[in-house]
């Protein structure tokens, strides 16, 4: 289970997959194509070179494991510890100086996320050391309609380019172990000093 930190794992980890995977092609020169995060402050300021971008537009609460508890691994027998599950939605954007650029750093992105659908522990332990050994992070395209990827790129005022929507679940959150309660008060001891 992750800690706090388990989102920035996840897109991290998602930044270093493609970085580690961009042919030589796209990333030499004269195309010398970058990956990156980006966050709103980026895509407001008009996207410039050739990039491909993932930026996190929402995270939602996974429904189907929102009151999940999950047993302890190893020696903890401290109890189910609870989690909150939730479910990273991203959009990969391709910027490029060329419409060719622009396709083969769209379409590569794509495949290799439908060959590699799944981030695990190693990509993700140098970030967060929490992430536990069996956490697999399902990366899928989502349905998004026109109008909604449109209304966000509306938001930020800037040029519209190649944009497809994926969904990364679930990143388990740890949460704070519920309070236990202890036998009731019977005696009660109180520092006394000399009078």
């Known amino acids: ?10 897109l991290i980890a998602l930044e270093d997959f493609f970085k580690s995977r961009l042919p030589a092609d796209l990333s030499d020169g004269p195309t010398n194509a970058r990956v990156a995060l980006l966050g709103s402050f980026d895509i407001a300021n008009n996207l410039s070179g050739n990039l491909l971008g993932i930026y996190l537009h929402r995270i939602t609460i996974d429904d189907h494991g929102r009151a999940r508890f999950f047993k302890p691994l190893g020696t903890d027998n401290s109890g189910p510890r609870p989690e ?12 490029a100086t060329s419409a060719a650029i622009e396709a083969d750093l769209m379409s590569w992105a794509i495949v290799e996320l439908a060959n590699h659908s799944q ?16 956490e697999v992070l399902n990366i899928t395209p989502a349905d998004m309609s026109t109008e909604d990827l449109m209304r966000i790129w509306d938001v930020f005022e800037s040029p519209y380019t ?13 949460l704070n172990p519920q309070r236990s309660e202890g036998p009731d008060v019977v005696t009660r001891v109180f520092p006394g000093g000399r009078v």
């Open 84 to 95: 909150l599950p939730v479910n990273l939605h991203f959009l990969l954007i391709a910027n």
């Open 162 to 174: 190649s944009t497809m929507a994926y969904t990364a679940k679930t990143v388990r959150l740890r």
């Open 1 to 10: 289970m992750a800690s706090y930190k388990g989102v920035q794992g996840a």
């Open 119 to 134: 981030l695990d522990i190693s990509h993700v332990q140098d970030i967060d050391d929490e992430w536990g050994q069996a």
